[in-house]
């Protein structure tokens, strides 16, 4: 059973900078893409932004130039680094990666921007 454990987040300051990680319990697993979704208070999930093929990447157009999505150097780990946060960037963020046997979801991480 693939599972995806998320770390990071937390409290962060609006104009800060907040990182996420998500990495899957199985090395092994090339996954076709990895990406990171939110839900706010009241809101329905959203894609933020996610990696294809691990180079094509493509992000919510409120978080374009503010959140960048990378792959690590271990195929199986994705990261989120947010910047000049928004107190509207408040969520909890889930970790999603498919490939040919299924989606997994991370356990989703607390993301609070305020003063």
């Known amino acids: 059973q693939v599972q995806l454990v998320q770390s990071g987040g937390g409290l962060g300051q609006p104009g800060g900078s907040l990182r996420l990680s998500c990495a899957a319990s199985?090395?092994?697993?090339?996954?076709?893409?990895m990406g990171w979704y939110r839900q706010g208070p009241g809101k329905q999930r959203e894609l933020v932004a996610v990696l294809s093929g691990g180079t094509s990447a493509n992000y919510l157009d409120s978080v374009k130039g503010r959140f960048t999505i990378s792959r690590g150097n271990a195929k199986n780990t994705v990261f989120l680094q947010m910047d000049s946060l928004k107190p509207e960037d408040t969520a909890v963020y889930y970790c999603?990666?498919?490939?040919?046997?299924?989606?997994?979801w991370g356990q989703g991480t607390q993301v609070t921007v305020s003063s």
């Open positions: 199985v090395r092994e697993i090339n996954f076709d893409t």
């Open positions: 999603n990666a498919q490939y040919y046997r299924g989606e997994f």
